[in-house]
């Protein structure tokens, strides 16, 4: 089946997305979290008849069904494999145990409502054959970078399967090969989230669920006082109102593509690449290239070009490439350095002119 017929079809014999939710959300109440929101077979709004004010919770969920390395690290099966590895990679092992022990595993509700338990296949371009990425992706930067990344993870499973074959030595080879390795990896790619509060990531089971916006939405987070996470509103929701989860990860459309298969029509974190440089014959490129290097930047250089606003070093740089005046150069470097000390790199979203 083609890639473009993949992302339409529903497998035969899989539980519709509602009926899988459903599921979750019957397990997850079991375990002791409150929602207040329900998924309606195409999206996620509050349910009830009562308001829900600014700060409140839309969603409730004990630290104990919050999946982060002190699960990787406490498995029974793929801790020692884990160890020394990132994050990612542990909360990936994670998932692979765990999908070995299929309806033996304790977590097999959430393992269902995985991406790509649910749709066949992850969506991501990583996960693509390269006839399909040649083709879909044809022209995009995403193209080079997903073939990397697909490398990459394919490196990281060669560098692990012996590991893996110890570790999971009682369950059938099919259970830690490597297309079992990509099939969890891209179900963590899909799902993970980072809990500022927490400073983790970590899967968070029918929150990692909701869908996700560049622009205003709920936050979700880590309560230290309740020990909870939660999903906060962030304005005032009436009964029956759409809800999405702000990215605390703030990814343009190309991360989102690499890492979910989506994209957000209105990103505000889209950004193209505007790349400027000095040129040799300028008879002040040598004092203009110091000024650069004593201001973290390079002599040839790229910067964002947002759709609401751009990196104040850009027009410093800019100014910069212009000025044969070696008076004007001086003020042009006051200018820079307090930007080089102060404000974060150029590629955050601060220290941009909206």
């Known amino acids: 089946m083609s890639r473009r017929c993949r992302l339409a079809a529903t497998a035969s014999g899989v539980q ?13 109440t079991e375990k002791g979290a409150v929602t207040q929101v329900a998924f309606d077979g195409e999206d996620w709004r509050v349910e009830g008849s009562d308001k829900i004010n600014t700060s409140e919770a839309l969603v409730r969920i004990p630290e104990k069904l919050a999946i982060t390395t002190y699960d990787v690290r406490e498995h029974d099966l793929i801790a020692e494999v884990a160890e020394g590895r990132d994050d990612f990679v542990g909360l990936t092992l994670w998932v692979l145990a765990e999908l070995a022990k299929g309806p033996n595993s304790s977590w097999s509700e959430y393992l269902t409502s995985l991406p790509a338990e649910r749709s066949g296949g992850a969506l991501s371009p990583i996960f693509w054959t390269p006839e399909e990425r040649a083709e879909l992706l044809k022209g995009s930067p995403v ?6 990344r697909s490398a990459a993870m394919d490196a990281e499973y060669a560098a692990l399967e012996e590991g893996l074959q110890k570790a999971l030595a009682d369950y059938p080879p099919a259970a830690y090969s490597q297309e079992a390795f990509r099939r969890a990896f891209g179900m963590v790619l899909a799902r993970v989230t980072y809990l500022p509060s927490a400073g983790v990531l970590a899967l968070i089971p029918l929150a990692d669920s909701l869908p996700l916006t560049s622009g205003s939405g709920a936050v979700l987070d880590y309560d230290v006082e309740t020990g909870e996470v939660m999903v906060y509103a962030d304005r005032a929701y009436g009964p029956g109102e759409k809800v999405e989860i702000t990215d605390t990860q703030t990814r343009p459309n190309s991360e989102l593509m690499l890492c979910r298969g989506e994209v957000d029509m209105n990103n ?25 290097l004593a201001s973290q930047l390079e002599e040839t250089q790229v910067f964002p070009l947002y759709s609401d606003r751009f990196p104040q070093q850009l027009l410093c740089y800019l100014r910069l490439t212009r000025i044969q005046n070696t008076e004007e150069l ?19 979203v601060h220290g941009c002119e909206r």
């Open 330 to 348: 001086m003020k042009v470097r006051q200018d820079l350095l307090p930007i080089a000390l102060f404000v974060a790199p150029f590629t955050d």
């Open 16 to 28: 519709s997305p509602a009926a899988v939710v459903g599921n979750l959300t019957a397990w997850m």
């Open 143 to 148: 193209l080079e970078l997903a073939e990397q």
């Open 268 to 292: 505000v974190e889209d950004y193209m690449e505007y790349t400027v440089e000095l040129l040799r014959i300028d008879p002040l490129y040598n004092v203009k290239k110091e000024i650069l």
